[in-house]
């Protein structure tokens, strides 16, 4: 049996605290979970990764996976003497709803738990499942108005001989109105199966907008691109702009320069404390495509003879 070295899987170092680990956790599960990398290797390795969060996030579990030590690491492994006596592990959802390594097992899983508990005349407790992580992907625009929306969700059970099985499961999602990205939507009981009796765990949400080249947020704050003309530019007034929020009437101040943006305040994500849009000023020439609009523009150009556009 090959031993794991559960800190490479995460990519942290022994002395990683457990705010460390749970921010290389969400980062691994965000780029190698199956809903979201196309890769043919994503459901083994994610299923490494949760292995390793599942033995490190555990104060207990990684305690008794020190002890190991550098020993652990020779080939031919197996768990040191009396280790189903040495150490009794709580049951969890995480070791019950996935299929782990036998090195898992060994140490930590279900079968260890279970020898253990009949030696000593014990039936294993009831205990709620593990939580599950998924990501949902929205466009901006359902954060203003609030939504429902279909997702596809692959997880494992257990079946009629305790044995975990795959499933893939279609959940509608309420999307409230203000959420924002990296905000996480807590599906109740839709996680890992319930050891014994225990009540499922919940399935956690990330949300992640969808790029789109004409908006983007940044925590509640909304930033749109708004094209202007060059007489607007120009000479400045008022204009009429359809945004994310709804339509305004917004003044353009006089003299237009690169990178110029206006604030509506409290017109970004909805929430107890509002967000802002700010509008990002963008000049938009008209074409020249026939022969009207050229001499218009050759007499633009003898209006301006002293308008230098490069140094």
């Not at 800190?7 to 979970?33: C, E, F, N, P, T």
């Not at 002890?67 to 150490?87: I, K, T, V």
């Not at 000479?235 to 206006?262: D, H, S």
Request: charged share 25%; glycine share 10%.
């Amino acid at each position: 049996m090959d031993y794991k070295d559960y800190y490479k899987v995460l990519g942290v170092d022994k002395s990683a605290s457990a705010q460390d680990i749970k921010k290389a956790y969400r980062r691994l599960a965000r780029k190698h979970h199956p809903d979201v990398s196309q890769a043919p290797e994503a459901a083994g390795l994610m299923a490494e990764i949760n292995e390793a969060n599942t033995v490190l996030s555990d104060p207990e579990k990684r305690a008794a996976y020190d002890e190991l030590g550098s020993a652990g690491a020779r080939g031919g492994f197996s768990p040191p003497p009396h280790w189903d006596q040495d150490h009794a592990f709580h049951a969890n959802g995480s070791t019950d709803s996935e299929e782990f390594s036998d090195f898992f097992d060994q140490l930590f899983g279900r079968s260890a738990y279970q020898r253990q508990s009949h030696a000593h005349g014990r039936v294993p407790p009831d205990r709620k499942g593990g939580d599950q992580h998924a990501v949902i992907e929205l466009d901006l625009q359902d954060s203003y108005q609030g939504t429902q929306r279909s997702l596809q969700v692959r997880s494992a059970t257990l079946d009629a001989h305790g044995q975990p099985v795959e499933q893939t499961r279609e959940l509608q999602v309420t999307i409230p109105k203000g959420v924002k990205e990296g905000q996480l939507i807590r599906l109740a009981g839709h996680g890992g199966p319930g050891f014994g009796q225990g009540q499922p765990g919940d399935l956690l949400l990330e949300v992640r907008f969808r790029p789109d080249p004409r908006w983007h947020a940044k925590e509640r704050d909304v930033y749109q691109h708004i094209a202007i003309a060059p007489w607007e530019a120009a000479l400045g007034g008022p204009i009429e702009v359809q945004t994310l929020a709804g339509t305004f009437e917004v003044n353009v101040p006089a003299g237009w320069k690169k990178g110029r943006q206006l604030r509506l305040r409290g017109k970004g994500l909805p929430g107890a404390t509002p967000g802002d849009m700010y509008l990002l000023l963008e000049l938009a020439l008209p074409p020249a495509d026939d022969a009207a609009s050229r001499q218009a523009y050759a007499a633009f150009a003898q209006a301006f003879p002293d308008f230098h556009a490069r140094p």
